[in-house]
């Protein structure tokens, strides 16, 4: 009887485990779809509510003139709004579908799922010289041996940034002939702006700098993008495949986030395109359509650093597959042990909270009031994500299945617009939907 009994116990707990492991792996297997709060057990009038407040403060403060917000819990998109509009006079409203300029937040959309999925295939070492892959560092000293661990981690002393727009201004500000043409012709297929056409060799011009500028000897956390206006030509050389038709092919067509991409006017996308800043200096006018970084720009409009555009929901979808530790609907893109590799801080000990490529939150950022936190205090220690100049944030939660995506043009009318970080717009409305958990 009890041989009997102990077996069924036996048995049950096994049932228990197989379905608890089918439901988990299901779980990675979905697509997002669309539901509602309640159904993820969060309170649907405290998060509308809060939000509505939060962001209509912040568009009476200046701090951007319109906002997308998509949140996805368990899957299921439990929040989609769209608020204010396109610039401050009011006349395009922003809508569920249009397109934003994601800045920085390429970096971790762009090139380093690349990264990833060749570091999977064995085509990448995290801990060799990334001289054996970028050839031009075998002869620089300070760089040979930098590992691309230190790179994507932001540990490797890089320099921050170099501004490549003062190599095509005269000093009285107009711009070099030499290097830009109104015309495109066989030296001048670079297309920065409506008709503005970059010299086709100025792309090597801004590789020879950033393989010659300085290297810090003391390493430590030091944020540099220099490295991500490199990658896309990496990436070619690797594996033998135009850059963005490698994302296209491998990421972005079978996620169906066919707004994903570079240089969004020549798609003959439907979707309206927000505008970012009006430009005094280099394009003389409103810059929509085109990417607003600079060093973007003078690279065609596609680099790692910067250039992706897309819909909110476009993004979620990669950033639920990051969730899913590299699988959507069905499908694998990136091994699972990549992206723990990838997500998780490298350098505790240099007092860097860095993963590979990922941002990731402050150290003791639980404990952190919400002035103070980065990004919510509420975030799990295995969160990450990444923010964009223009005024976007994207942050994934694998321990709470929640991802989070805030689009803005906060750029608009100029740079000087801080409000958004004055206000701490984008914390405190991710803490929103944490706190509607516990509501």
Partial sequence: ???????????????????????????????????????????????????????????????????????????????????????????????????????????????LPAIMKLHSEKKLALDSPFSNYWKPWKHRKDKKNVTLREILAHQAGLHPYIVFLNEILKKNGKIKNRFIKTEASKKYKNEAYEGLFIKNRFKNKMFRQINRSKVSELKKYKYSGLSFLLYPELITQITGENYTDYLNKNFYTPLTANTLGYRPKTKNLKNHIVPTEIDSLFRKGLTKNWVH?????????????????????????????????????????IL????????????????????????????????????????????????????????????????????????????????????????????????????????
């Fill in 1 to 111: 009887m009890n041989v009997s009994k102990n077996s069924f116990n036996l048995f049950l707990l096994i049932s228990f485990f197989i379905s608890t492991f089918s439901f988990a792996q299901n779980k990675y297997h979905q697509k997002i779809t669309y539901g509602y709060p309640s159904e993820v057990k969060m309170d649907s009038l405290y998060i509308h509510t809060k939000v509505d407040s939060i962001i209509t403060n912040a568009i009476q403060q200046e701090a951007f003139p319109g906002a997308r917000i998509l949140v996805v819990k368990n899957h299921k998109i439990i929040f989609n709004k769209a608020y204010g509009f396109h610039t401050y006079d009011s006349i395009q409203e922003v809508h569920l579908n249009d397109i934003y300029d994601l800045a920085s937040v390429t970096k971790i959309l762009g090139p």
């Fill in 336 to 439: 699972e042990n990549t992206l723990r590799e990838f997500t998780k801080i490298q350098y505790p000990e240099n007092d860097n909270r860095r993963g590979l490529g990922f941002d990731k939150p402050l150290f003791n950022n639980a404990n952190l009031s919400i002035k103070e936190a980065y990004p919510a205090p509420e975030v799990s220690a295995e969160s990450f994500g990444h923010s964009g100049f223009t005024g976007t944030f994207v942050w994934a939660d694998p321990k709470n299945d929640l991802v989070f995506i805030f689009l803005s043009n906060r750029v608009y009318p100029t740079r000087k617009h801080r409000n958004i970080y004055n206000l701490n717009i984008r914390p405190k409305v991710q803490q929103v939907f944490y706190q509607a958990i516990k509501q």
């Fill in 293 to 333: 970084d600079e060093n973007a720009a003078l690279l065609g409009g596609i680099s790692g650093n910067a250039g992706l555009f897309g819909t909110a929901l476009d993004v979620a979808k990669i950033m639920q597959m990051y969730v899913n530790y590299g699988i959507y609907d069905g499908k694998r893109y």
